[in-house]
């Protein structure tokens, strides 16, 4: 299909019909639907009053080991996190989770879903080196004409505690990674300190964002975010620094937490929720309301730790939703939100939206309103990605 | 269909393949898969390896007031329990909430999604009268060959506080509600006493179980139900109470929940939760191993409270999971007994199972295992009630 078109009778994030001319694979003007009866030159299709949202953004899940696809594992893992990861260092082996394929298998139920941008943290350590790496850049590659991969360098296991990964990490960067992660500083490495300044030392080398796994709780996981905020505010890396899920935030008073959420906020920390579980969750609202910039994601998709999960991002929005108790549009649209022009900010999305100029990277959903479509989580009856039809009523679009 | 046939190559609740044989719309016999090839004069049925589980139960929701199918409802609602309440009944007459109609609605969603059994609460109020109740008794009797409805006569806007209510509830009773319901005895009624012996001397009266909205938090929902089980033991109702949601039981540390969960345990006063929400929830694993009794339910599905719910209780078997933190097979093994098994001891249903002598009331789904069941939740291959298919492939089987 030619990437001029207009597609009639849409509601942009369900603003009134519209007719959406794309040009080059960007949107080129939005006009009232039927304003201009003939678009000189183009060709029509007909939107039939489907509701056209942004590209779902999924800014961090774990690509490289997911299980989806394969044969059912039965979980009887300890509770504690080192028992998760010890386990899935295990299992990795037992039962051959390959990385490359299993992150195609995601990436297409992704798509199918209408995500069009992922960030995915990448498992490096001394074990399997930079495997996971090696099977998501060969994803990447694979799936570049359907979806944007960016790849965080992830010290699953560890970092200063497993003597070799920082090497390992830094061969990441160089071999393709483009963020730098980092795992609870104190709570798994034992020296946040040390953690930190590796972890940020090694964005400056690079020139790289960071974005770090945190689930230490209370007072320890608020140290952490001081830490991280210093280092943000030193090295002037605001709108490039995320803490992931940041369960801390959900454990603290209201003076304490506007504090933190201040800080945050001013430093250009952005935080990732993804709104799950009985873990103390950030509450999405109130630190919207302070300033802190805040998106979503997937985490994992049934792996080892846990088999929920569908790589759905209006799913999310939805568990967001309801783990925030937002039952008023206004909430719910902003759990969209997270979903959409959240994770576009924190992975610095270039000209994400539905507006004019922006690339035509949307999807089209039948549903009357943008709390719609996260109550209901319609089938995607299209993906766009640069103005090309990717996936049509749940499916891929073949090749 | 004849209700006498051999269902081959079914897993029942996940066990070996195994044949099971349906005569008079009741299980006869389960024997090992081909163990005995032609079981004389009964047709066959190839179950395709399909695990099979027992009908699901939605032991609490309100079929009366889903906006199910309706156009989309804005909610700007406050978010005080009052607002809602107050708001609810507004919306009735304003968005022409017709209880026979959305009653029916829900249901078919509920079959198709392989429910067999329901429990509903009904609103009785001095505003619209037995109208919600003779709107469900209407489905009620329409549904009688798929679907098992019990009906709580439930006064959502309170019963004491609003007179005439009483009486109202009363007439409820003698025109075919099974269960006497309550609500937030001084949340709403300001009156615990007096709401308890009301609703107590009613099912005395009727001869009925009860079944008591509790949403009231900390000191004050113990006290609710300290007097809940004061009344139950003098009445000897054991196994015939149930508190749903007991938010209280959510924020309490170990040994007054333990003593709580005894008391409740041992006069047989059941819980229902649906591990929804930001709420505090009861912590589910701890209560049942301290012998609680627990049921789940769909509670409110798109009303005018909230716009989330699909009518689907093996969705609810994974909210429960999820919200619970439940990652083990065996835990949300638990989960999906609350939805199946659990419901059917709340409401008392009489051969329930997969056993031989139990009805044929079960569900066919494409799952590895029970916990793949809850994690997936497949579409429902189908829904046989007393040995006759109702749904299949997530449709009603047509009259």
Redesign the interface.
Known sequence: MSTDFVFTNVRPNGAAASDVVIRGGRIAEILPHGAQPAVAGLSVVDGESLLMLPGLVDAHTHLDKTLLGM??Y????G?ELIDLIENERLMKRELGIDPARQSAVQIERSVANGTCHIRTHVDIDTEYGLAGLQGVLASRERYRDIVDIEIVAFPQSGMLIRPGTVELMDRAMREGADVVGGLDPSGVDRDPKGHLDTVFAMAERYGKPVDIHLHEPDALGVFAIELIVERTRALGMADRVTVSHGFCLGMLADKPLARLAGMMADAGVHLMTKG????P?PPVLDLSEMGVRICSGSDGV?DT????GNADMLDRA??I?????F????H?ELALDLCTYGGANTMALEDYGLEPGCTATFILVSA??R??AV?SRPVRRAVYRNGIAVARNGALVAA
């Open positions: 044969p059912w039965r979980n009887d893992v509770l799950g579980a009985a873990s969750r049934r730790w846990q088999p929920f939805a568990i939703s309801q783990r925030n108790d039952i008023n549009d206004v719910i009357e309103t709390a719609d109550a």
